[in-house]
């Protein structure tokens, strides 16, 4: 039975990845629109003062595990601002790109002061499975003398894991 399930888990795998590289142009053409539409709206600064680089909003791609978790890390820093009374959030929005078959399960990484530990602590909150989602995870520094909290720089990062039944693996996140 083991050889078995061997088998069909690789061919998964191996049928995941052609997936995925079939809906590689899709995607592309998917970011070039995407990009245009972006440069056209102009939006107001975030209310809350956070300090993000330049790409730190932007798309990127990633695939998701079948059977465990796979990571997907930022190729920027993003920094939260200082509070006067609450935590500093970040927002997560990840989707399937369009014409692929897939469903995944995607959990995003928050972190948050540890009084007991004395310590930043990384936290992972479920963002949702299915085609695309949102989630808001707490991103905050030590809190300071007098109220509020101190910034937090990090790397942003998000795992996913393909849903039982479904082929493909490839999403996008910001």
């Given at each position: 039975m083991k050889k078995w399930t061997t088998r069909v888990t690789?061919?998964?795998?191996?049928?995941?990845?052609?997936?995925?590289?079939?809906s590689a142009p899709a995607m592309a053409e998917e970011e070039a629109d995407t990009a245009t539409t972006e440069v056209e709206l102009t939006e107001a600064a975030p209310a809350s003062g956070d300090i993000t680089a330049s790409d730190c909003g932007d798309w990127r791609r990633a695939l998701a595990g079948y059977g465990k978790w796979a990571?997907?890390?930022a190729s920027c820093g993003y920094i939260s601002g200082d509070?006067?009374?609450?935590?500093?959030?970040?927002?997560?929005?990840?989707?399937?790109?369009p014409g692929s078959n897939g469903r995944v399960c995607v959990?995003?990484?928050g972190h948050y002061w540890?009084?007991?530990?004395?310590?930043?602590?990384?936290?992972w909150t479920t963002a949702g499975c299915g085609t695309g989602g949102t989630v808001v995870v707490r991103w905050s520094g030590p809190p300071k003398k007098g109220g509020g909290y101190?910034?937090?720089?990090?790397?942003?990062?998000?795992?996913a894991k393909v849903q039982p039944g479904f082929?493909?693996?490839a999403?996008?996140?910001?």
């Amino acid at each position: 039975m083991k050889k078995w399930t061997t088998r069909v888990t690789t061919g998964l795998v191996v049928a995941g990845m052609a997936l995925a590289a079939q809906s590689a142009p899709a995607m592309a053409e998917e970011e070039a629109d995407t990009a245009t539409t972006e440069v056209e709206l102009t939006e107001a600064a975030p209310a809350s003062g956070d300090i993000t680089a330049s790409d730190c909003g932007d798309w990127r791609r990633a695939l998701a595990g079948y059977g465990k978790w796979a990571v997907s890390k930022a190729s920027c820093g993003y920094i939260s601002g200082d509070s006067k009374k609450n935590p500093q959030h970040r927002r997560y929005t990840w989707k399937i790109p369009p014409g692929s078959n897939g469903r995944v399960c995607v959990q995003a990484e928050g972190h948050y002061w540890s009084t007991k530990k004395k310590k930043s602590v990384a936290t992972w909150t479920t963002a949702g499975c299915g085609t695309g989602g949102t989630v808001v995870v707490r991103w905050s520094g030590p809190p300071k003398k007098g109220g509020g909290y101190l910034g937090l720089a990090g790397t942003p990062r998000v795992r996913a894991k393909v849903q039982p039944g479904f082929g493909g693996a490839a999403y996008n996140w910001k």
